[in-house]
C-alpha cells in the first residue's frame, strides 16, 4: 500500500471512529440528539437533491437567484482583493450555485484556485466531473472530510488570498452560540484581507418556512430517516425506521426551526455493543435551521471579529449572501 493509499485508510478510519463516537454521545444524552452532519451518504446526497428541487424548498431558490442573476456583483465583491486567490467552498455539494460564479471568474481569467470541501467524497467525485466537463480550465482542488480539518489543508496548500464560501444557509444549522464559536474559528484560520460569504435565510412568513422543512411528499421525513438506515449499516445497529416518525417545528420569535424524529413505541436499539431504551413519544433531535434577522446578521459578524463588506440579497428579500472581512 503506498503512502497516499495509507493515509486515505487512515481517513477513512478515523471518520468512521468519529462517526461512532458520535453518535453513542448524542444516543446517552438527554434529549437524545444525532448530528445532521451525517446526513450526507449516497442516499442522503440523493435525497437533498430532491429536497432542493421541491417548490416549497424556497431555499435553493432564492440564493440560486442570487448566483445566477448577480453573478457579477458577487464576483466584483469578491475580486476586489486585486491579486490571485483560493475559492473555498465548505460545504460544497453539488456546486450548482457557486457554479455561475466560478464560470463568471473563469472567463474572466480570473487568476484562482477552487477547493470545494465536503464531507462526502460521493458528492465531491460528481462536482469534480461534472466541472470539469463545463469547465476545463477551472483549476479545482477537492478536499474530503471535516470543515476545519480540510480548511487547515488548503491554507497550508498555498499563502493566497482566501476567499470563503459557506452558503445555503447552513449557517443556520448550528446553534445561535455554535454559529458564533463556528464563525470565529473561520475568523482564526485566515489572515486580514482574506473574505468569507456566508448564506443566511432571512426571517418571514412562517408558515413559508414551515412548509420548506415539512413537504407533503415526505421527502424531509425520509431524508432524516435514512440517517438511522446508515447507522445500521455502518455501525452494526438495530434501527426500526417504521418505529419512528419525522416532526417538524418553527418559532418565529427565535427563528429556530427544528426536525426531530419522535419514537412510535417503548423500544430498545443497539449500536453495536451498547443499548439505548426510547420511550413512546420520546424524541431525537436531529437539525435545527436557524433563521436570521438583519440585526441578527451584524451581531454575529461582529461578535465574530468580521465587519460586513457588502451584501446581496435575492429579488423576494428572503435571502442573503452577506461578504464579511476581517
Known sequence: MNIQLKQEHQLKNDYAGSFLQDVLKGLSAQPKKLSSKYFYDKTGDHLFQQIMAMPEYYLTHCELNIFQNKTEELAKAI??????????????????????????????GT????????????????????????????KILPLEGEYFDMLDKATGISKRKKVVLFLGGNIGNMEVEEARHFCSEVKRKLNPGDLFLVGFDLKKNPNTILAAYNDPAGITASFNLNLLTRINRELNADFNEKQFQHYQTYDPVSGACRSFLVSLCDQDVH????LFHFKENELIDMEISQK?????????????????????????NWFVDSIWMI
Open 271 to 274: 449500536v453495536g455493543n451498547q
Open 79 to 108: 475580486s476586489n482583493i486585486n491579486e490571485s486567490f483560493d475559492l473555498i467552498e465548505l460545504g460544497a455539494g453539488d456546486a450548482m450555485k457557486s457554479s455561475y460564479l466560478l464560470k463568471n471568474l473563469v472567463e474572466k
Open 292 to 316: 436570521f434577522s438583519e440585526q441578527d446578521i451584524k451581531k454575529l459578524a461582529g461578535d465574530s471579529g468580521f465587519h460586513i463588506l457588502s451584501e446581496i440579497k435575492d429579488a423576494k
Open 111 to 138: 487568476d484562482f484556485t477552487y477547493m470545494p470541501i465536503d464531507i462526502s467524497g460521493n458528492i465531491l467525485t460528481v462536482l469534480q466531473k461534472n466541472l470539469q466537463e463545463k469547465l476545463p480550465e477551472l
